[in-house]
Every structure is written in structure tokens, then in C-alpha cells.
């Protein structure tokens, strides 16, 4: 029995700092190349500043010089996306994918899940969380007794920063109702 890890890159917030996206995918692409093992890239949210198609065509093109030509981005709704546009997931061509639609998904490996939530709750109805919840429910009974489950999403659960002054609802929600999930 062979395990494959679960290698990948991890990043946030690209929006339309396009120069600081040009260094970190740099650093991106020797870290690549040293690192065959790695499987695929996070960007954890706000990968653009409004989700306007001139701003995901500029993303792209960095990225595409630099490490999209060999992992896939795994792409995380941060509350950017949603100033115009919500379809992000049709942006980018996902793999391994059971999608709901709604820009909360799982992906499978050999040896891990991933858990790819929607935490922009203050843009969501009462309804649309409970059915996020329930599918995190069911995925997590799904998968966590088999293999180990890797969770992520935008907006942080605690933070001493501007999350609490400009959207406070987003932490304290993840806190009170996706916390317990995750300890039990």
C-alpha cells in the first residue's frame, strides 16, 4: 500500500496587486520546480479586486507564466468576488471536483479531503447557509472517519484585524457554527 501525499501552495488575497502577484508567483515557480511532489495551488479568496473578466484574464496570465501551465488552482470565494460577479468556479477548470454549485466543494485524493467553503455568510440567506452547513455535515461524516479532511475558506473564524470591523458577522458565525464541527 503506497500513500500519496497531499502537497500543495497556498495563497490569498492576489486581487489587484498585480505586481506582489507577479513576486510571489516567481517564488511560486522555483518552489515548483524544486518541489515535483507539490499537486496543486489554494488561492484562499479576493483572487481579484471586483469580478469584472479583464481582471481574471490578468490573474490568469500571471499565473499561467508561472505555475498554472503545471497545477491546477484550486479557487476559494473570497468576499471580492461577489462585488460583481459570482461565478468562480466556471473561471477555473477544477479537477476531482464534487461541486455543488454554490462555491462550496470537495475534492477527493488518495489520502485527504478537501473542503472548499463559502464563509462570505453576510452575502448569503438563512437558507443558503443552512444548506452549506448541512453539506459540511454530510461531508464531514462522509470522510473524516476514513481519511484525514483539510478545510478551507476566506475569512478567518478569529481575528484582531479589519475582518471584525468590516465584516464581524463572518468570523463570529465560523466560530459559533463551523468550529464545533471541526472539534468534533
Given at each position: 500500500f503506497h500513500e500519496e501525499a497531499v502537497s500543495f501552495?497556498?495563497?490569498?488575497?492576489?486581487?489587484?496587486f498585480h505586481a506582489e502577484h507577479r513576486k510571489t508567483s516567481d517564488l511560486m515557480r522555483r518552489l515548483m520546480l524544486e518541489h515535483p511532489e507539490l499537486k496543486f495551488?489554494?488561492?484562499?479568496?479576493?483572487?481579484?479586486?471586483?469580478?469584472?473578466?479583464?481582471e481574471y484574464e490578468r490573474?490568469?496570465?500571471?499565473?499561467?507564466?508561472?505555475?498554472?501551465?503545471?497545477?491546477?488552482?484550486?479557487?476559494?470565494?473570497?468576499?471580492?468576488?461577489?462585488?460583481?460577479?459570482?461565478?468562480?468556479?466556471?473561471?477555473?477548470?477544477?479537477?476531482?471536483t464534487r461541486s455543488t454549485s454554490k462555491n462550496y466543494y470537495a475534492i477527493?485524493?488518495?489520502?485527504?479531503?478537501?473542503?472548499?467553503?463559502?464563509?462570505?455568510?453576510?452575502?448569503?440567506?438563512?437558507s443558503e447557509q443552512a444548506a452549506q452547513n448541512s453539506w459540511l455535515e454530510?461531508?464531514?461524516?462522509?470522510?473524516?472517519?476514513?481519511k484525514p479532511v483539510l478545510i478551507t475558506y476566506h475569512h478567518p473564524a478569529f481575528s484582531s484585524g479589519m475582518s471584525n470591523v468590516f465584516q464581524p458577522g463572518n468570523p463570529r458565525y465560523i466560530a459559533e457554527h463551523w468550529l464545533p464541527l471541526f472539534e468534533e
Amino acid at each position: 500500500f503506497h500513500e500519496e501525499a497531499v502537497s500543495f501552495m497556498f495563497i490569498s488575497d492576489t486581487q489587484e496587486f498585480h505586481a506582489e502577484h507577479r513576486k510571489t508567483s516567481d517564488l511560486m515557480r522555483r518552489l515548483m520546480l524544486e518541489h515535483p511532489e507539490l499537486k496543486f495551488v489554494i488561492n484562499g479568496g479576493d483572487i481579484v479586486q471586483t469580478g469584472i473578466d479583464t481582471e481574471y484574464e490578468r490573474y490568469h496570465a500571471i499565473a499561467a507564466d508561472n505555475y498554472t501551465f503545471r497545477l491546477p488552482v484550486i479557487p476559494v470565494v473570497g468576499n471580492h468576488e461577489y462585488r460583481e460577479d459570482l461565478g468562480l468556479l466556471r473561471r477555473f477548470k477544477l479537477y476531482g471536483t464534487r461541486s455543488t454549485s454554490k462555491n462550496y466543494y470537495a475534492i477527493d485524493f488518495v489520502t485527504a479531503t478537501l473542503l472548499v467553503l463559502n464563509s462570505n455568510i453576510d452575502q448569503m440567506t438563512i437558507s443558503e447557509q443552512a444548506a452549506q452547513n448541512s453539506w459540511l455535515e454530510s461531508a464531514l461524516r462522509q470522510y473524516s472517519p476514513i481519511k484525514p479532511v483539510l478545510i478551507t475558506y476566506h475569512h478567518p473564524a478569529f481575528s484582531s484585524g479589519m475582518s471584525n470591523v468590516f465584516q464581524p458577522g463572518n468570523p463570529r458565525y465560523i466560530a459559533e457554527h463551523w468550529l464545533p464541527l471541526f472539534e468534533e
